[in-house]
């Protein structure tokens, strides 16, 4: 099973408060992982990806930061959340062949008031 | 930067139509995909094209990649409700990263 877990399902957040979202997988060691942010009903904008543990590109500069601490473990985080943070964030993983698809976890919708 | 626009936006029919979804780039893909997302949800992967001028099936769905491998569409034939849903494209220029389109809203009525 390539199983991913994501969590919480929902979040609200103050402005200025910091943000930990954790994706963890299943199945085969060392796949890619990566975090999107999907804005309302719309496509999907990739913030980070990893190839492997402590290994993270960033893709857009931002407010936030990834980490990669164990093989199928990765965090999205903020020191201080801004209103526009809000937006529905997805984990996806990839098992390294570029024509390979994603599986998706089934998301975080961060609501920042 | 690379970019995949996708038409319509949004698209509302009656069961049983048909209808087709268009994915545009100026740039050169590798491989492009077509996901479907329900609300609150993650996409699902429905299919991946990677040669130029390739077609797939998929039941109801076809999909095909342009001859330049810089589009591709996805035609539905006689439209059920259950194909209501949020249908993105993606492509790879042959790296880790897939670029998502812009997504097509489709809602088919019973």
């Known amino acids: 099973s390539q199983t991913i877990h994501q969590w919480p399902a929902t979040l609200v957040q103050p402005v200025g408060s910091p943000l930990s979202l954790e994706c963890t997988v299943e199945?085969?060691?060392?796949?890619?992982l990566y975090w999107y942010r999907q804005a309302a009903g719309r496509g999907l904008q990739l913030l980070f990806y990893?190839?492997?543990?402590?290994?993270i590109s960033s893709e857009v500069p931002q407010n936030l930061s990834a980490s990669r601490p164990q093989d199928r473990q990765f965090i999205l985080s903020s020191k201080k959340l801004l209103l526009s943070d809000s937006g529905f964030y997805l984990c996806?993983?990839?098992?390294?062949?570029?024509?390979?698809?994603?599986?998706f976890g089934s998301g975080t919708r961060l609501t920042v008031v | 930067t690379q970019l995949l626009e996708q038409s319509p936006q949004f698209l509302s029919i009656q069961e049983g139509e048909n209808l087709t979804v268009y994915c545009n780039s100026s740039s050169v893909f590798s491989s492009l995909q077509w996901y479907r997302q329900e609300p609150g949800e993650g996409p699902v992967l429905l299919v991946t094209?990677?040669?130029?001028?390739e077609v797939k099936k998929l039941k109801r769905l076809t999909f095909q990649f342009g001859d330049a491998r810089k589009d591709s569409s996805l035609h539905i034939t006689a439209a059920q409700p259950g194909d209501t849903g949020l249908y993105l494209c993606?492509?790879?220029?042959?790296?880790?990263?897939?670029?998502f389109g812009t997504g097509t809203r489709l809602k088919v009525l019973a």
């Open positions: 990893s190839v492997g543990i402590g290994q």
């Open positions: 199945g085969t060691s060392n796949p890619n």
């Open positions: 094209v990677v040669t130029g001028g």
């Open positions: 993606a492509g790879s220029s042959g790296t880790y990263k897939y670029i």
């Open positions: 996806a993983r990839s098992e390294g062949g570029w024509q390979d698809g994603y599986t």
